[in-house]
T-cell receptor, first 111, second 118 residues
Framework: DSGVTQTPKHLITATGQRVTLRCSPRSGDLSVYWYQQSLDQGLQFLIQYYNGEERAKGNILERFSAQQFPDLHSELNLSSLELGDSALYFC??????????FGNGTRLTVT | AQSVTQLDSQVPVFEEAPVELRCNYSSSVSVYLFWYVQYPNQGLQLLLKYLSGSTLVKGINGFEAEFNKSQTSFHLRKPSVHISDTAEYFCAVRSDGNSGGSNYKLTFGKGTLLTVNP
């Protein structure tokens, strides 16, 4: 058990809709990272938050946004969904330079 | 900029055979390297890491990796694999960003699917 909790585990929605993915980091971890995993793109870094502030951005679409709340949990918001957004979305957390600890992911299916 | 290349997308082996999963990286700064394993329908689990010190790193489940700076490689090895080692393996390099030492995002390779056959 990595200590990182992601909800929901599965999400099925239609094109054009908006969804919110939630992540609770390991206790004490200040950094939260979001990754998207798909068959064609592999693991792509989306965005990182550190103690509530955005610290790094990767290949995140403008239709996607995220935030980290004072209790350190994070939400990833995906809007105007397209079929190509179907993927596994992982949250990871870390403290300092320690390796990332990953949650079990949210599998998003857009129909 | 940094990148990771996993040279083999699939590696089939027989049970109890040795295996090596290859990883090469490029980075303009000091590197910190990781191997993760992903079992079906699960998240990524850390196998081992190289941050500094000895270039031979031992991890969980009998895996080890050797950091070779001159060849910019970090190959993963196991002397005798089990059926239960069937999974996808990811090599990753860490970038230390410019945000006051708080940016530690990883760049991942495309993964190597290890299939252990009886």
């Amino acid at each position: 058990d990595s200590g990182v909790t992601q909800t929901p585990k599965h999400l099925i929605t239609a094109t054009g809709q908006r969804v919110t993915l939630r992540c609770s980091p390991r206790s004490g971890d200040l950094s939260v990272y979001w990754y998207q995993q798909s068959l064609d793109q592999g693991l792509q870094f989306l965005i990182q938050y550190y103690n509530g502030e955005e610290r790094a951005k990767g290949n995140i679409l403008e239709r996607f946004s995220a935030q980290q709340f004072p209790d350190l949990h994070s939400e990833l918001n995906l809007s105007s969904l397209e079929l190509g957004d179907s993927a596994l979305y992982f949250c990871a957390s870390s403290v300092g330079p320690a390796p990332l600890h990953f949650g079990n992911g949210t599998r998003l299916t857009v129909t | 900029a940094q990148s990771v290349t996993q040279l083999d997308s699939q590696v089939p082996v027989f049970e109890e055979a040795p295996v090596e999963l290859r990883c090469n990286y490029s980075s303009s700064v000091s590197v910190y390297l990781f191997w993760y394993v992903q079992y079906p329908n699960q998240g990524l689990q850390l196998l081992l890491k190289y941050l500094s010190g000895s270039t031979l790193v031992k991890g969980i489940n009998g895996f080890e990796a050797e950091f070779n700076k001159s060849q910019t490689s970090f190959h993963l090895r196991k002397p005798s694999v089990h059926i239960s080692d069937t999974a996808e393996y990811f090599c990753a390099v860490r970038s230390d960003g410019n945000s006051g030492g708080s940016n530690y995002k990883l760049t991942f390779g495309k993964g190597t699917l290890l299939t252990v056959n009886p």
